[in-house]
């Protein structure tokens, strides 16, 4: 005991902990059973372009809106929550150094969200076998784990934000108000006005009105490159290059609908902005996942950097 | 040589416009049991907390058990046991989950069964949290502490909502770690509870440390007799205390 306590790291406890509290609380089940009902979106289009794969779609559908909102409600408190409440000075007072409190937070907590979030995952795919057939298991995978890297991604800035607020009202505020309503659900909107405001777009598309839209999507990589800086139209962007559809953060029916339909929708598409040229290598599909890791990395680095200074009590 | 326990040298700490605590010179030695008493507000629990880490100190130096309490926490508190003051336990999880989160953090193979039956609680095991009174949460904050057998043991207000049984059982805990060779170091402004457990006592009012010394010395020096309680030497000291303050404000103004 005492020796496998010497090989495991200082926050593992605290992980296992934290894991635990999530997996018998009602709440990531809740969101589990809502990801199910949410995602299970059988679309004609979804199988014209996918089969049977329509499947997998279904994760990606789950994934957006629901998910984001579900992840950083589960997460927004995890550490203002115990210093409002005064049960954060055991665990300070635990022979651990503050950012291994934020480590252990960070991965106890996805593991105890991503848990569900899989068993939905599964759900949805065993629904799917059943109605449509079997589907590739190795893109059902790739999708699910690209779930569960947005999923730490999410909790890792709902415990930044937690670790540098001092009050939940905040707190809530910060995550709901600014990641989940400008990063997540409106994005395509504030990129827009960013991209039409700074002003590097063509002069094409900033005469008149300068505003940008779908229908006249600028051929500028930077246009895209900002438009997927998003957590979620990142994770798009990598689920939709797994399926195949295209490279787009829109959510991959639309997608579908977009490049292989005569009908025209608003979303960006890289395919139908660049006509055939060639668009900036940066906008490769896998700049996605690097994407999703800055959401995972950067604020936390910069929430342990406060965290480990301030007065938490 | 064996280092003191806590060694506090100039030790301050300043929120915006409130000193909360003003240049505290400490020594605990190891082995004693010290108390650390002072009204509400008088910084006993921002010393602790800088103690423990919760916050840093605006200026001032800090040793416990040799180590730098803001570099060194996981050496440090690998040694402590914290009873904070003004905590919250976590509603569902049982009792038991409270104590194994700490043995397994700090590799101690403690039985949280035995711990339980120690403070009393070995009956409500696997009962969350949640459904604790407030003796039984500071009971089971108590046994918390006791975990790894820590050579230090910090206690902030450890009578707070306990019935007699509980101040019985607090005392009793003390008196037996301080037997194992533990040193406990204790804050309260219940005065009446510190008397029969301490060696030695500081009084802090203010920010500042007024006066330590052992309960005996303090009868002596303060003229008083041996049947004068904490209370009276206590009260004697912090009015002193703030007489000296009201004498040295007046003393400025009529400076000026």
Redesign the interface.
């Known amino acids: 005991?005492?020796l496998l306590?010497?090989t495991q790291p200082?926050w593992?406890?605290?992980a296992?902990?934290e894991a635990?509290?999530l997996l018998?609380?009602k709440g990531p089940w809740i969101l589990a059973v809502l990801l199910v009902l949410w995602g299970y979106r059988p679309t004609y289009v979804g199988w014209q372009g996918l089969g049977s794969n329509m499947t997998i779609g279904f994760l990606q559908t789950a994934g957006s809106f629901l998910l984001p909102l579900g992840v950083l409600l589960l997460s927004y408190r995890s550490v203002v929550g115990?210093r409002t409440?005064?049960?954060l000075?055991?665990v300070?007072?635990?022979?651990?150094?503050?950012s291994d409190i934020l480590v252990g937070k960070v991965l106890g907590r996805s593991a105890g969200i991503a848990i569900p979030i899989s068993a939905a995952a599964v759900t949805l795919g065993v629904i799917g076998l059943i109605r449509f057939g079997a589907f590739s298991p190795l893109l059902f995978c790739g999708v699910l784990l690209s779930t569960v890297v947005y999923v730490m991604s999410l909790v890792s800035v709902g415990t930044a934000i937690s670790a540098v607020t001092t009050s939940t009202v905040r707190a809530a505020g910060a995550a709901f108000g600014g990641v989940y309503l400008v990063f997540t659900a409106f994005w395509t909107k504030f990129a827009e006005i960013i991209y039409a405001t700074v002003g590097t777009a063509p002069p094409e598309t900033t005469v008149g009105t300068a505003s940008v839209n779908s229908f006249s999507a600028p051929a500028d990589g930077l246009f895209f490159l900002l438009l997927r800086l998003s957590p979620g139209r990142a994770y798009r962007v990598l689920t939709n290059w797994l399926l195949g559809v295209g490279n787009s953060g829109g959510s991959f029916d639309a997608v579908i609908t977009k490049l292989e339909t005569p009908t025209s929708i608003t979303i960006y598409t890289v395919e139908s902005a660049f006509h055939g040229q060639t668009p900036p290598a940066y906008l490769h599909e896998l700049s996605g996942v690097v994407i999703l890791l800055c959401w995972l990395l950067v604020p936390l680095g910069v929430a342990r950097y406060r965290f480990e200074?301030?007065?938490?009590? | 040589m064996t280092a003191p326990a806590i060694k506090t040298e100039g030790l301050s700490k300043q929120y915006d416009e409130v000193t909360a605590l003003d240049g505290l010179d400490l020594t605990v030695e190891q082995g004693e049991v010290y108390g650390f008493l002072g009204p509400n507000g008088a910084g006993k629990s921002t010393t602790i907390?800088l103690l423990?880490?919760?916050?840093?100190p605006t200026a001032g130096t800090a040793r416990v058990l040799g180590f730098d309490p803001w570099t060194d926490?996981?050496?440090?508190?690998?040694r402590?046991g914290?009873l904070?003051d003004?905590?919250?336990?976590?509603d569902?999880?049982s009792a038991r989950?409270?104590l194994?989160?700490?043995a397994?953090?700090?590799?101690a193979?403690n039985d949280p069964a035995a711990l339980l039956e120690r403070v009393g609680l070995g009956d409500a095991i696997d009962r969350p949290a949640g459904e604790f009174s407030q003796g039984m949460e500071q009971r089971l904050?108590l046994a918390?502490s006791l975990v790894g057998d820590p050579e230090l043991l910090i206690l902030d207000e450890p009578f707070t909502g306990l019935d007699p049984h509980g101040v019985a059982l607090v005392r009793d805990v003390v008196d037996s770690e301080s037997e194992r060779g533990t040193t406990v170091f204790f804050s309260s402004h219940v005065l009446g509870q510190v008397e029969v457990v301490c060696d030695r006592i500081g009084i802090l009012h203010r920010g500042r440390l007024v006066d330590e010394g052992t309960l005996s010395a303090f009868r002596e020096r303060l003229d008083l007799t041996a049947e004068a309680t904490v209370e009276d030497i206590f009260i004697q000291l912090t009015d002193e205390s703030v007489q000296q303050t009201a004498d040295s404000a007046r003393l400025r103004e009529g400076n000026q």
């Open positions: 005991m005492t306590a010497g200082r593992f406890p605290l296992r902990e635990r509290g018998t609380a115990e409440s005064g049960s000075k055991f300070l007072g635990l022979p651990m150094t503050r200074r301030g007065d938490l009590v | 907390g423990m880490n919760y916050s840093k926490v996981v050496a440090c508190h690998q402590i914290i904070p003004r905590f919250d336990t976590y569902n999880r989950r409270h194994q989160l700490v397994d953090t700090k590799g193979d904050a918390m």
